[in-house]
Each structure stands twice: as structure tokens, then as C-alpha cells.
């Protein structure tokens, strides 16, 4: 989420609220809103003038956050060996396995780039 990783990445450069939002030129309260997903949809031009004060890439703000990350986590279980072991008698070779695996990456991929266009014609509405 925007906001976990927005107060994450603003901790890691030592800003509090406040100077953050005074560097930025934005308002103290709504940054706070969208760190604690009061406000889950800030403008581009908002995400824009956030990442530029933290001197990173609009798209670093919306990565994942650490905790996003932990819980994606993997344990592989009983579950995960039976699903393997039934997808390799039904014949999926690894080639099929990677195969699988980048149409995923694709799917995400896109899924991303949805919501940054998403983003961005939501900020040309506020112009």
C-alpha cells in the first residue's frame, strides 16, 4: 500500500511528518492521511512532488513495502509438494513451470501499469 510504504521510505531519509510535508509543499494532515490509508488514492502530481523530495522515482513509492514483501514469504508446505507433484503427473514440464511463472510476471506487470495510468488520468482531472 502507498501509504505503509510512503511512511516507510520517509523514515528511512530521517524526515518526520511535518518536514516532509514542508520540503514537499504539501499539506501536513493529508500526508498523514495517506500514510495511515485514511486517503488511499493521492494524485500523481501529489506522488510526484513526495518523490522528488526523497529523491527517488515515483515508482519506488508505489513498490511494495517490507512488509508486503515478508508476507509474501515462502514456505514450501505439504500443500505446495502436492500441487507440484500433481502438476508434474499431469505432465508440466519446467519449461511450462517458467513459462507460467513469466505470464504471472506479465500479469503483474500490467496490473501496475493499470494503476500508474490510472494515476495519472486521475491527475489530469484535478488539473
Known amino acids: 500500500m502507498v501509504g505503509e510504504r510512503l511512511k516507510e521510505l520517509r523514515q528511512e531519509k530521517g524526515y518526520s511528518i511535518s518536514e516532509l510535508a514542508e520540503l514537499a509543499g504539501v499539506s501536513k494532515s493529508y500526508l498523514s492521511y495517506i500514510e495511515r490509508d485514511v486517503q488511499k488514492n493521492p494524485s500523481l502530481q501529489f506522488l510526484r512532488k513526495i518523490a522528488s523530495t526523497l529523491e527517488i522515482d515515483v515508482e519506488v513509492l508505489l513498490g511494495p513495502s517490507s512488509s508486503e514483501i515478508k508476507s509474501r514469504e515462502f514456505v514450501f508446505d505439504d500443500e505446495w509438494s502436492r500441487l507440484l507433484n500433481k502438476a508434474i503427473e499431469e505432465g508440466m514440464s ?3 513451470f517458467r513459462e507460467f ?3 504471472l ?3 503483474k506487470w500490467k496490473e501496475t501499469k493499470r ?3 490510472n494515476l495519472i488520468q486521475e491527475d489530469k482531472l484535478h488539473e
Request: aromatic residues 16%; glycine residues 0%; charged residues 50%.
Open 101 to 103: 511463472r513469466d505470464y
Open 94 to 96: 519446467k519449461n511450462d
Open 105 to 107: 510476471k506479465f500479469r
Open 115 to 117: 494503476q500508474t495510468t
